[in-house]
């Protein structure tokens, strides 16, 4: 008898009722559904597009044809087809133009290729196919475009106004180019050309008159704001007002709704009452006492302050719209106050002009004659409301485009010539090329051809001839040939005809086609929850998911999450690691905050060791609350923009490989090259114990004076390198830095005298200026604030391990004295020199530009994977936001330096920079010139160093990590001064008596000092906040330090030597007045914080708020920052 079958279980793994689409079907729906938008949007494209009017389900209709606005208010369910209105959504965002192009390019991507999904071609080679031919397609435009003499002011102003036309051609207000085109270039160029934030250029619509009665406003206009009867006695215009901008409320409160007052006689109730009364009386006083003509406030003014200030001339306007006020303080000066209390000339604003207009049927408040200038208002007029609206759209568009041609400079022809152009390009390359990427290269030349015809189309031109006759002339070499909607043979020279486009957005259009297509064709399964099919589906999944998609195509990961039984999350990643975002729908929680630094935290975190790894990390921020979010956010210009992510979440394990990935790649080299450095600053010293002196004939002041050069050109120099290096990038200077200096290091084997000994001393230290603040500067990109002082105090150690490896070096070295008749310190200026050269060359290929940036021809998959680069550019910016103000090849300007030299908050510092290596600083330099005066020998004198570097080198480790403990700068630095006065003290003592191994000991201890000097590195840096402040305060910082070196290099002098009393006795007294200083930079620090917390506190929740939208102090000065102490 036949066995039965076993009985199979069913497997349930969907709900009941779920929706599960896959294969090939899905692929082709997919398509079709996005072909489906592009035939909606097709029409509009080009000088002859249509319009489209779109009613909304509450009887709202718009006219535009703006890709982006009609795919925004299209309600569209199909979920690849929402991707669509994603891309627009991005280009938009991104370059202000080319959105229909967008959409059409991606859907004609999809239709050319169905042919092949239908026979089986597996998607990853249409996707291998398309990301090569977009790449030879942005290449071909960065090859081809042209570049406008921005020097010219003329050229690049012509060149503006031909990009702003060729982005209304086809708009609706396509009749009016040359009117709106000079009103859109003159808005660009009175912003600030630095940023361009076209936030600043104020929109106004007005309902009435003609197009042409629209008008620019060079400063700011504001519809007149609601106002009491006293209003109208005010005046109405005014010549060189004082302005004065608010946030406060000058307005009595009905006591009915506000206040609940319990008194027990009516005498006590109408002295509450004159209180009131007695406030906003003193607040309009102080107003007065300004001196300010307008008096604006984005608060109410009520009717009492309305009659007070129109007794006394002064105009005033309350309820002023948050945006309009900011553009009035961008543009008259000044500063929004949050009290009337202390204000001065400072705050207050001015203008050439202020008057109260009427345009149409409203009255608007006008500020002309700006001094400060930095903002515009356009005053659009027209019929319909809809009219309107769609010319304010139109200009959007052509400010953004005319803002990119502002930034960028390159142009390409429009009208489809540079579709043909590369059409012809891609397809002459996939005919040398094998197998099926041809036909999908064939495929992507021939979608590109969709933007031509449909030109044509829509201009009622035959686009079969058109294109025909498009393709001859691009064959034979006319590259800028494109369609003519007016002329009679229906293609002309583009370039020549000035329709004119920024190549950026051809460049972004055809990316993010493609990537929006590889995405598309990338899924093959789609399954529907029923609980989308119900009434109430739930949230929607916020804008911008599907352009989120996109940038994390190439991670191909995933995270499961569970809940364990004690709540807690765990997690299990698979295939790289990806965003943890949320569980169910519901966002993933932060990681615990760390705990605030103390001596028992410290020995608790030490005992216990108990941190779960695979806990979540991410860290609190400003970034977790959309309104801080969004004034912290990195600008687009930020190097690392791309990476950053408010919802990336990882974990400790994550983290932890990071950040031993950055100390192996990028911390170990930093180590390398201060190694190098230091082998040769401090080779002078173990040349010193092999008659150096003698074989120049040159004298210990002429020594000195080498060591006052040295250090006075490294000073000089401190500055100047790092504007270069912020300019070239620290990748670049660094390097170029090393092989410079080491060039005159090996070259001092050839000193002939005291002349040449001097010139390569000033060499020496010019060339090397500035390296230490670069290499600090670039080491804050990789590391958080806590971290970078511990590294510091490692990258500091290699400054020890130089002094000891060179003592050993030098003691085999200078033994080649007599070889060939030389000295044997000219062999050891010649070694090291060539080492030094060497790790240079090396450093070109070992130092990434940054986080993000570590791709190269020499290393083509890079240090991190996408997800390394991610934790490491979200973490930083955690930790400190404001590292993302300035892109790493941005250069300052010379008002940004004096802004940051003006900083006085920094000048502590500064001073302390100056004065605390001094004590130990003229021992340290003299150890072995000290040792042979006290009749050692060369060999014994190098080799007796030693101790007082280990014991130097084990005192920086032991502050650094002090300072962590207590987490205290001014009580982990001062002991330095605290170590060195008996010391010295000790050494004033001694006599000619006295014995030398006792003389050594003293100044071994002497020299071997706790080296403070990294934490004081990371103090400044700490306290400095902004990029653009860092840089400068760095290299001031060091320059002090450096000038510092000059004073104690010429504290012992020869008439003094050998026990240096005199040289002593000044450093016991400098000794005592460094302790001194460290306690008033603790008090000075302590006062500002405690100034500020009571500032900000009194603050409401509101007002701080308003404060950080719009405060004109940055990084250090605003009022939110607490300094280190």
């Not at 519809?223 to 901008?245: D, R, V």
């Not at 080649?816 to 000295?823: A, D, E, I, K, T």
């Not at 020199?833 to 060497?838: A, D, I, K, M, R």
Request: hydrophobic share 40%; glycine share 6%.
């Amino acid at each position: 008898m036949q066995r039965p079958l076993p009985m199979q279980p069913t497997v349930v793994l969907l709900k009941e009722g779920t929706d599960s689409s896959q294969g090939k079907g899905q692929l082709l729906s997919n398509i079709s559904a996005c072909l489906a938008i592009s035939e909606t949007l097709s029409s509009t494209l080009g000088p002859r597009g249509m319009d489209k009017l779109i009613v909304s389900d509450r009887g709202e209709a718009q006219i535009t044809n703006d890709g982006a606005t009609i795919l925004k208010l299209l309600d569209i369910v199909h979920p690849a087809a929402r991707t669509l209105v994603d891309i627009a959504r991005a280009q938009d965002a991104e370059v202000g133009d080319g959105t229909t192009s967008v959409v059409l390019l991606a859907a004609q991507m999809l239709k050319e290729i169905r042919g092949y999904i239908e026979d089986d071609v597996s998607p990853h080679i249409i996707m291998k196919g398309f990301r090569q031919a977009a790449q030879l397609a942005i290449d071909r435009i960065k090859e081809i475009q042209v570049t406008v003499d921005k020097s010219d002011p003329e050229k690049l102003r012509s060149l503006l106004m031909k990009c702003a036309s060729t982005s209304m051609s086809s708009k609706l207000i396509h009749s009016e180019k040359p009117f709106f085109s000079k009103m859109v270039v003159d808005a660009v160029e009175s912003l600030d050309q630095e940023d361009l934030d076209e936030s600043l250029i104020g929109v106004k619509k007005i309902p009435g008159g003609g197009m042409q009665d629209s008008l620019l406003v060079q400063g700011v206009a504001f519809k007149k704001t609601f106002t009491y009867a006293g209003a109208e006695q005010q005046p109405k215009s005014f010549k060189n007002p004082l302005i004065l901008s608010l946030n406060v409320e000058l307005e009595l409160k009905a006591e009915k709704d506000n206040a609940e007052v319990r008194v027990d006689a009516v005498s006590d109730y109408q002295a509450i009452v004159d209180a009131e009364w007695e406030i906003i009386f003193r607040k309009l006083q102080e107003i007065e006492k300004t001196g300010a003509k307008v008096v604006l406030s984005k608060l109410p003014i009520g009717d009492l302050a309305t009659q007070w200030f129109a007794d006394r001339d002064i105009f005033c306007a309350g309820r002023v719209p948050a945006g309009d006020l900011r553009r009035v303080v961008q543009a008259v000066g000044g500063s929004i106050q949050s009290t009337t209390a202390d204000i001065s000339r400072e705050h207050l604003g001015t203008c050439g002009s202020f008057n109260e207009r009427q345009i149409g049927g409203e009255r608007y408040n006008i500020f002309q004659e700006c001094p400060k200038a930095k903002t515009c208002t356009l005053l659009l007029r027209g019929g319909a409301e809809q009219f309107i609206e769609e010319v304010e759209r139109s200009l959007h568009d052509a400010i953004m485009v005319v803002r990119r041609a502002v930034k960028n400079g390159e142009v390409v022809a429009g009208g489809g010539a540079i579709e043909m152009d590369l059409s012809a390009y891609i397809r002459k390359h996939a005919l040398s090329i094998p197998g099926k990427l041809q036909l999908v290269q064939i495929a992507f030349a021939k979608a590109l051809e969709i933007i031509p015809r449909q030109i044509c189309d829509n201009a009622g031109l035959d686009s079969t001839d058109i294109l025909n006759k498009l393709r001859m002339r691009h064959a034979n070499g006319e590259k800028w040939i494109g369609v003519d909607v007016d002329g009679p043979d229906g293609v002309r020279d583009n370039l020549e005809a000035f329709v004119w486009e920024p190549s950026l957005i051809k460049v972004n259009a055809i990316s993010s086609a493609v990537e929006a297509a590889c995405l598309i064709i990338s899924v093959d399964e789609t399954v529907r929850n029923p609980q989308s099919e119900q009434a109430n589906p739930g949230p929607k999944a916020p804008p911008g998911a599907a352009q989120r998609a996109l940038r994390g195509r190439g991670q191909q990961a995933s995270l499961e999450k569970t809940a364990s039984s004690d709540g807690h999350l765990s997690l299990d990643e698979k295939r790289g690691g990806a965003d943890i975002a949320s569980v169910k729908g519901a966002p993933v929680p932060l990681g615990a905050p760390e705990e605030p630094r103390s001596l028992a935290s410290f020995w608790r975190r030490r005992k216990s060791q108990s941190i779960d790894l695979d806990a979540i990390a991410t860290q609190p921020s400003v970034f977790d609350d959309p309104v801080t979010l969004e004034l912290n956010r990195p600008p687009s210009k930020y190097e690392n923009a791309h990476r950053f992510d408010p919802d990336a979440r990882w974990t400790w394990r994550e983290e932890k490989r990071v950040v031993r990935k950055i100390d192996t790649r990028i911390m170990i080299w930093a180590f390398v090259m201060f190694f190098a450095l230091d082998l040769d600053r401090s080779n002078i010293s173990q040349a010193n114990t092999d008659n150096f002196l003698q074989d120049l004939k040159i004298t210990t002041d002429d020594f000195n004076l080498g060591n006052t050069l040295f250090r006075l050109a490294f000073l000089i120099a401190e500055l100047p390198s790092q504007l270069v290096s912020k300019r070239l990038g620290p990748d670049i200077w660094i390097p170029s830095q090393m092989v410079l200096w080491s060039v005159v290091s090996w070259s001092q084997y050839w000193l002939s005298g005291r002349a040449s000994f001097l010139a390569t001393r000033f060499f020496l230290g010019f060339l090397q200026g500035g390296f230490i603040p670069d290499i600090v500067l670039y080491l804050s990109y990789f590391y958080t604030k806590t971290e970078l002082p511990i590294r510091l105090a490692w990258f500091w150690v290699s400054n020890y391990l130089t002094d000891i490896v060179a003592a050993f070096l030098a003691t085999g070295i200078l033994k080649l004295r007599g070889h060939n008749g030389q000295s044997g310190w000219r062999y050891l200026f010649l070694i090291e020199g060539v080492f030094t050269c060497l790790t240079g060359v090396i450093s070109y290929f070992m130092m990434p530009a940054g986080p993000t940036q570590t791709k190269a021809w020499f290393r083509p998959k890079g240090w991190f994977t996408d997800r390394d680069e991610v934790i490491m550019v979200n973490r930083v910016l955690r930790d400190d936001p404001s590292k993302s103000d300035m892109h790493n090849r941005q250069g300052l300007n010379v008002k940004m330096i004096w802004q940051a030299l003006c900083d006085w908050h920094m000048w502590p510092l500064y001073i302390l920079g100056l004065t605390h290596m001094i004590p130990t600083g003229a021992p340290q330099v003299y150890l072995t010139l000290s040792l042979r005066n006290l009749g050692f020998s060369t060999t014994t004198s190098n080799l007796l160093s030693i101790p007082a570097y280990v014991i130097g080198t084990i005192g920086l480790l032991i502050t650094a990590y002090l300072s962590e403990v207590i987490n205290s700068r001014v009580l982990s630095t001062v002991i330095l001064q605290i170590w060195s006065l008996p010391l010295l003290v000790a050494l004033y003592t001694f006599n000619a008596h006295t014995s030398q191994w006792v003389y050594y000991a003293v100044i071994t201890l002497v020299v071997g000092f706790p080296y403070v000097h990294p934490i004081q590195v990371a103090w400044a840096s700490r306290n400095s906040h902004s990029v653009r402040t860092r840089t400068i305060s760095a290299s001031v910082y060091n320059m002090f330090v450096q000038a510092g070196a000059i004073i104690y290099a010429n504290i012992y002098q020869a008439k003094d030597k050998p026990l240096y009393k005199a040289g002593n006795r000044a450093l016991i007294g400098i000794n005592c007045m460094n302790l001194v200083l460290y306690a008033f930079t603790y008090f000075f620090y302590r006062t500002l914080n405690k100034r500020r917390e009571k500032k900000w506190n009194v603050m409401t929740e509101k007002e701080q708020t308003e404060y950080l939208e719009t405060t004109k102090d940055v990084g250090n000065q605003r009022l939110n920052f607490r300094f280190a102490y």
